[in-house]
C-alpha cells in the first residue's frame, strides 16, 4: 500500500508537506542499489530515487559502449547535475546513493540538502570491504585496489564519527548492516 508524503505543522497550525533528501551511504558494492530499489517500491507518490548506475544504463541504452572506467566521469558528471536539480525541485522525497567517502562530497550534498530546505535521513549500510568487492563483481563495475582502498579507509572515518556520535557532520545517522537493510521501509525513515 502506497503511503502519502511526510507533513508538518506550520506555525500557523496548518499542516504542509516536508521535503527530505534520504541519503543511503556505503562502499561501492555495499548494497546501496538494492536497498534503494526496494524503499522505492510502494513509495509515496512523488518520490523520486537518484543512483549513478540509472545514468550508466541510460547511456548503454543509447548505444555507448565504453568500458565503465572510461564512461565514470561522464556518468558521474550527469549524476551530479540530475542530483542538483531534483534537490531544489518540489519532490517531496528524493531518495538518493551515493558512497559518502568523500568529506568533500558530503558536505555538498548536505549543504545542498539544506538550501533547498530539505530534512535529511541518513542511512549508512555498513559491509565488510571484502562483501563490498562481491557486491561490485556481480554488477560488473568493480573498481581498482587504489580506489577501492581510497573509499575504504574514508568509510572507516565515516563510520568511526557516525558510531561514536551518533551522527556523520551533524546529522543523525542510522547505521545497518547489509541484512539490517531488509527490515527497513521508506516509512520508518521518514518518521
Do not use: F, N
Not at 25 to 46: C, D, E, I, Q, V
Not at 92 to 102: E, I, R
Not at 116 to 130: K, N, Q, S
Amino acid at each position: 500500500m502506497a503511503q502519502s508524503a511526510p507533513v508538518a505543522t506550520t506555525p500557523a497550525g496548518r499542516t504542509a508537506p516536508v521535503r527530505v533528501l534520504v541519503l543511503i551511504g556505503g562502499l561501492p558494492g555495499a548494497g546501496k542499489t538494492r536497498l534503494l530499489a526496494r524503499l522505492l517500491a510502494g513509495a509515496p507518490a512523488g518520490t523520486v530515487g537518484l543512483d549513478s548506475e540509472q545514468v550508466a544504463d541510460r547511456l548503454h541504452a543509447l548505444g555507448v559502449r565504453l568500458p565503465y572506467r572510461l564512461l565514470r566521469p561522464l556518468v558521474h558528471a550527469v549524476h551530479r547535475v540530475r542530483v542538483s536539480r531534483l534537490l531544489r525541485g518540489p519532490c517531496p522525497v528524493v531518495v538518493l546513493t551515493d558512497p559518502l567517502t568523500s568529506a568533500r562530497r558530503r558536505g555538498r550534498l548536505l549543504r545542498s540538502a539544506r538550501r533547498a530546505g530539505r530534512e535529511v535521513r541518513l542511512v549508512l549500510v555498513d559491509v565488510d570491504p571484502a562483501v563490498a568487492r562481491q557486491g561490485q563483481a556481480e554488477r560488473r563495475r568493480g573498481l581498482g585496489p587504489r580506489a577501492m582502498a581510497r573509499h575504504v579507509r574514508r568509510w572507516r572515518t565515516a563510520l568511526g564519527q557516525a558510531r561514536t556520535s551518533g551522527s556523520l557532520d551533524g546529522v543523525p545517522a542510522l547505521v545497518v548492516t547489509r541484512d539490517g537493510t531488509r527490515s527497513l521501509s521508506l516509512e520508518r525513515l521518514l518518521d
